[in-house]
């Protein structure tokens, strides 16, 4: 019994020194991080002058690819079931070429939007992508209601985006 009792008693770590409790050492650590990053130079980017290029990871405004001049998406409607945000809504309509189904109407309310990139990983055909764009303004809800003509780019356009969600899977 006074061997059980022995291992359960907790150790006491040791007591902070007198240096440490006035924390002279972390003020002084905090110190040389601020000064070493007061005297590096300054980075400043001219915004409306000068545009930055955003890396391949970047999430802007959603797209929907188009491929020989007709969009990608089959109207699954798995992008619409994941957006957390319920920002998109598509209908299906059935047509007479390879595939059966297109969207007939797919908007993007892109004020709801919170560029998460949920629809992106969901579509089985890389038809909806997260794109290079991070410019957005809008004067009224309605402008905000993003539709086919606003959302379809030619797969040119948006090559790199596309091979770079291929090396990341």
Same mark, same amino acid.
């Given at each position: 019994? @006074?061997? /059980? ?9 040791? *007591?902070l ?5 006035? /924390?002279?050492?972390?003020i002084?650590q905090?110190m040389?991080?601020t000064?070493? @990053?007061?005297?590096k130079?300054s980075?400043?980017?001219e ?7 955003m890396?391949d ?16 998406c089959v ?14 809504e598509?209908?299906?309509g ?8 297109y969207p007939e ?6 004020v709801?939007?919170?560029f998460c990139?949920?629809?992106?990983e ?5 038809a909806?992508i ?6 957005l ?7 905000? +209601?993003?539709?086919? *003509?606003k +959302?379809?780019?030619?797969i040119?356009?948006v090559?790199?985006r596309l091979?770079? +969600?291929?090396?990341?899977?």
């Amino acid at each position: 019994m @006074e061997k /059980y009792l022995e291992k359960s008693v907790p150790v006491r770590k040791k *007591d902070l020194s007198f240096w440490q409790k006035l /924390y002279i050492p972390a003020i002084l650590q905090g110190m040389k991080i601020t000064m070493t @990053e007061f005297f590096k130079p300054s980075v400043t980017i001219e915004y409306p002058e000068v545009r930055t290029v955003m890396p391949d990871s970047f999430r802007g405004r959603p797209i929907l690819v188009a491929e020989n001049g007709t969009e990608r998406c089959v109207a699954c409607g798995l992008c619409a079931r994941v957006c957390p945000a319920l920002a998109i809504e598509v209908q299906a309509g059935e047509t007479e070429l390879g595939k059966e189904r297109y969207p007939e109407r797919f908007e993007i309310n892109m004020v709801r939007c919170i560029f998460c990139g949920f629809c992106e990983e969901v579509c089985p055909e890389e038809a909806i992508i997260m794109s290079q764009e991070y410019e957005l303004v809008f004067t009224s809800q309605k402008e905000a +209601l993003f539709g086919k *003509d606003k +959302l379809v780019k030619p797969i040119e356009e948006v090559r790199t985006r596309l091979d770079f +969600l291929r090396k990341s899977r």
